[in-house]
C-alpha cells in the first residue's frame, strides 16, 4: 500500500459543545480546546476532528450550518481558530474539520433568498418540488421521523415542498446543480487555506437524489420507507460527484479525509476508501449499520461482544481484500458509550474500558478515539425525556409512547440507545459540573463525575487514561507500529465471547496476537508451538503469559503477544 502522511496515526474526535467551557456560560468553546492541548499530547493523538463549530441554530447540534466560513459566537471566533490550528501544529496535532455538506441550516442565508423568491439563483441550490396527486413527492422517512418533505416557508398551500432527509431545519443541498457544488468547493477550500488538513465528511450518501422521487415499499405502518434505503438505492450514480469534489478541494492540499458512509459493499468500499478512493478512510459504521438497519429504537436489538467482534471483523477482512484503509471506533457522538453498548453488565467500567480499548486499537487502519472514551465514560443515567437535548431522542420517544410504551419504558430506551448519552459534559475533575464549565451545563452531567475523570486518572498508573496512553505508544512505535497499520488482519475462533485476531506481516515474519476475555469464566489458551519467543507487549486486568505458553485471561482480560 502506498504510504500516506495520515498512515499509521491515532486520531481523537472532540463534541466542542462538551469538551471545556472556558468562559462560564455553559457550552464548551474553542478556548476551552486550547487549554486542553497539553491534555491530547499527553494522551498521544496526532489528529483531532471537531464536530461542527460554524454558526448554527444547533437544532442538530450544529449540523444545521447558518454560515459555512465563520464560527459559531458560542465557541469563539476565527482568531479564536487560528490559535487554535497554531496551537495543535506546535504540539503535532492536525485539526479536522466537519463537512456538512447534504444539508445547510434553514436559516442560511442560501435558504431564505430561496424561499423568497422560487425564481432565484439560491432557489436551485435545494431541492423544491411539486406534490404529486395532492401528496408530498415520495413515501421517504426522514432520519429523525416523519416524512422528509415540507411545504416551502411563506409558499404553503402551493403544493411546492423542499427535501429534508434529517430535521426540517435541515434542508438538502441539490448536489444536481453544478452552482451549488461550486459554493461547496470554495467553502471547503476555505477551511483547507486556514490550516486545516482534513474533513470527516458528513451523511454524504444522501447527496444523490432520484429526480424522479419515486416511492419506495413501505417499511412500518405508517406507510413510508427510511431515506437511508434510498441512498442504499443510489450508491452507484455518486461517484461523479465526490470525485469531483476530492479533486477540486481535497487533492490540492493532501488531506485527510474521513466519510461517514454506511451501506458499504466490496465494490464501494474500493471506490470509497481504496488507494484511490474518494476519501483517504470510512469509519467502520457497521455496528450502527446493524442496529439501524430496523427504523425505530423500539426494534434495536442490542449486540453482545460476539456481535460487536462480528461486525468489527467482517468490516476488517471487507477493506482488506480491497486494500482499502478503515477508521475503526467503539463510540462517537452519534452512538451510546462502547463499553455499555458492547460489553455484558458485568464490564461495562473502567475494566470493559480496557478489554474494548485493547480490541479497538490494533485494529487495520486509523483508529478513533472519541472523547471521553479513554478515561472509560459509561452511558449517563438519564431520569426523564427532559434531561434529553437530541432532536432524535425526543422523536423516539414521542413513537415509543405512541407505540404505548409507558413514560418509564421510553425513557429507559432513549437512555440505552440516545445519542446524548456520549454527548454529556467531558468528566475533568471532582469539582461542581466535573469541572467542565462554572456555569450551567448545557447537558446534564455524568453521575459518576465524583470517581470518574481525567484528574482521578492522569499520571496514575493502571488507570484507564494511562493505558490508553500506552496502547497509543504501542500502537505508533517504530518496532510495531508498521504492523499494526498495514499488516495482515486475520480473525481468530477461540471461543464465544473471547474476542482474538492476529496481525502479520509475512516479510517481516513478525505475528502478533490480540485476546481479549469478556465471559465471567477465566480464559487458558496455549499459544502452541508459536509460544517459544513469545513476547507481552501489553496486557489488562491481569491477563498472563505463561511459561508454558499458556495465556490466561480473567473476566475483561486482554493481552497483546508478539510471537
Ligand atoms: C450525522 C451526524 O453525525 C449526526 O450527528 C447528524 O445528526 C446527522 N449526520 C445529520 O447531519
Known sequence: MEQKWWHGKVAY????????????????????????????????VDIVWLSPIYPSPFIDQGYDIADYVNIAPVFGNLDDFDELVAEAKKRNIDIVMDLVANHCSSEHEWFKKACADLNSE????????????????NNLRSYFGGSVWEPVPGHEGEDIYYSHYFAKAQP??????????????????????????????????????????PDLPADDTDGMCHAAKMNAKLLDRIGPYLTELRDKTF??????????????????????????????TLFDLSCREKIEAFPHYREYPTLSPDDFAECVFNTQELYQKVDAFVAPIIENHDEPRGVSYYMPEYLQNQVGAKTIATVLMFLRGIPFIYQGQEIGMTNTKFASIDEFDDIFAKSEYQDLIEHGYSDAEAVACCARHGRDNARTPMLWDDSDNAGFTTGKPWLRVHQDYKTLNVKSQFGVPGSTFSYYQQLIKLRKSEEYGPIFTYGRFDRLNIAKGVIAYTRSCDKCHQKIVIIANTNQEELRYSLGDQAANAKVLISANSAVLCADGTVVLGCGGAIVVAL
Open 172 to 213: 438538502d443541498l441539490n448536489w444536481n446543480n453544478p452552482k451549488l457544488r461550486e459554493q461547496v468547493f470554495n467553502l471547503v477550500n476555505f477551511w483547507i487555506d486556514r490550516g486545516v488538513k482534513g474533513f470527516r465528511v458528513d451523511a454524504i450518501l444522501s447527496i444523490v437524489k432520484d429526480l424522479s422521487f
Open 13 to 44: 474526535q472532540i463534541y466542542p459543545k462538551s469538551f471545556c467551557d472556558s468562559n462560564g456560560d455553559g457550552v464548551g468553546d474553542l478556548r476551552g480546546i486550547i487549554s486542553k492541548l497539553d491534555y491530547l499530547q499527553a494522551l498521544g
Open 122 to 137: 439560491e432557489a436551485g441550490y435545494f431541492y423544491f418540488v411539486k406534490g404529486k396527486d395532492g401528496k408530498v413527492p
Open 251 to 280: 487533492k490540492r492540499a493532501n488531506c485527510f479525509t474521513v466519510g461517514e458512509v454506511l451501506t458499504v459493499t466490496t465494490d464501494s468500499v474500493s471506490k470509497f476508501a481504496g488507494p484511490d478512493g474518494y476519501f483517504s
